[in-house]
């Protein structure tokens, strides 16, 4: 049964398929065979991803781009990466196809990241085409925030649902340090203005380094007190060229819950969505508090996400490199069907959980501006 995609029509199971490297490298291809006399039988569960731990993929995380106006020293080096020319990146159209094929397999929550989302010419009226895919119930943006104050508007307008603003620091020295830019005022600004127009979900993600910002964890739970926000508390992660995964600064989920409930004794535990293991309220707050242990990794056995990278790859894990070149596969011609099945097989084969994930591969990407986090 591992390997094999419950309910496919016999002659279109990815067993049958045909599978080569097309272009580039070792990324694996599923070619299937072009659908000929008869139509594939729908299955009971064909309308779903899921894997064969049991898990259901609703959640779809697209990155629009790889391309960033800051630099966070976790996530990129100054010079840049070695960023795809466009033509290798999904068009607005590709990405509106594949979102249409997904709804049909269940996706109901769809997240635009990047590289910078808000630097996406095109997102507005991406978004506003999403907006209105049979199947899709909420559209989140994560942003840098540097153009929020701009966009917050329209993106309201447009149909968004959620935005997650990642801002680490609320010092001035400590923002330009961290990101290698300017611009605190205006991520303030905008979170400022989400909050007012009233998204019905705004969250804050602050990544939690050890001798950095460990000593900012009390005054981000305080943005909480007046503010329907979430402040979600987030492990580094080793995915950055530079290398400050070896520089110590890894901050773990137990000593940010310790210092939590040393800041904070009565803190409420409270549910948050899947991957928000530790979540909390201080009384008398109105916003709530997170912990994400993104790096010690024991969420997964809830995970229900599919990740699209700007190059247009479907990746089943964010520790695994066993990606899915959907573009080419769209590019030459496949019909919906097959990609959906190549979504179907991507998710089948999804690693039980982030370590077992790493076991298979090298992490051949360099920042995770490539995959959107
Ligand atoms: N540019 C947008 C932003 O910063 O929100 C979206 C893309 S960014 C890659 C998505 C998330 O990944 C951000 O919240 C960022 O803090 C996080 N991230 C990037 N590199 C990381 C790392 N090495 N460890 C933990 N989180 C990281
Ligand atoms: Fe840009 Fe986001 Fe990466 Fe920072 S974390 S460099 S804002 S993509």
């Known amino acids: 049964m591992a390997g094999t995609v419950p309910g496919e029509t016999p002659g279109l199971a990815p067993q049958s398929a045909e599978r080569q490297a097309l272009s ?28 064969q731990h049991g898990r259901v993929f609703d959640y779809l995380r697209i990155a629009v ?53 808000l630097i996406y010419k095109e997102l507005v009226p991406l978004i506003r085409e999403v907006a209105s895919i049979p199947g899709i119930k909420s559209i989140h943006v994560t942003t840098n925030g540097l153009l929020l104050q701009k966009m917050a508007e329209d993106l309201l307008a447009a149909g968004v649902d959620g935005v997650n603003i990642s801002l680490d620091t609320l010092h001035q020295d400590r923002f330009e340090e961290i990101t290698r830019r300017k611009g605190l005022e205006k991520v303030l600004g905008g979170l400022s203005l989400a909050l007012r127009i009233g998204f019905p979900s705004v969250k804050v993600n602050m990544v939690a380094m050890r001798s950095f910002n460990e ?15 979430a402040v979600r508390f987030i492990e580094l992660m080793p995915f950055d060229a530079h290398q400050i995964w ?13 210092t939590l409930h040393s800041l904070y004794p009565q803190l409420n535990r409270v549910t948050g969505s899947a991957t928000e293991e ?58 919906d069907e097959e990609i959906g099945r190549m ?10 959980d982030g370590w077992e994930a790493l076991k298979t591969n090298g992490n051949h990407r360099e920042s995770m501006t490539q995959i959107g986090g």
Request: charged share 30%; glycine share 8%.
């Open 215 to 229: 000593d900012e964890i009390g005054d981000f739970v305080e943005l909480t007190k007046e503010n329907h926000l």
């Open 246 to 258: 070896n520089t110590g600064k890894f901050l773990g989920a137990d000593r940010i819950l310790e």
């Open 24 to 51: 580039e490298g070792d990324f694996m291809v599923v070619r299937q065979k072009p659908i000929t006399a008869k139509p594939a039988v729908i299955p009971s569960n064909g309308n779903i991803l899921l894997d």
């Open 65 to 117: 781009n790889e391309k960033c106006n800051l630099r966070c020293i976790y996530c990129m080096p100054e010079e840049g990466i070695d960023f795809k020319p466009v033509e290798k990146c999904l068009t607005t159209d590709e990405i509106l196809r594949l979102i249409s094929i997904a709804a049909s397999l269940g996706v109901r929550k769809i997240r635009f990241t990047g590289g910078e989302p």
């Open 343 to 352: 979504f179907r097989q991507a998710m089948w084969v999804k690693p039980k």
């Open 278 to 335: 530790h979540v909390f309220r201080v009384p008398g707050f109105k916003g709530k508090v997170a912990v994400i242990p993104s790096f010690t990794r024991s969420f997964c056995g809830n995970c229900n996400r599919i990740r699209l990278t700007a190059d247009g790859r479907i990746r089943n894990c964010l520790y695994s490199d066993n990606e899915f070149n959907v573009r080419d596969l769209m590019r030459n011609g496949a019909m």
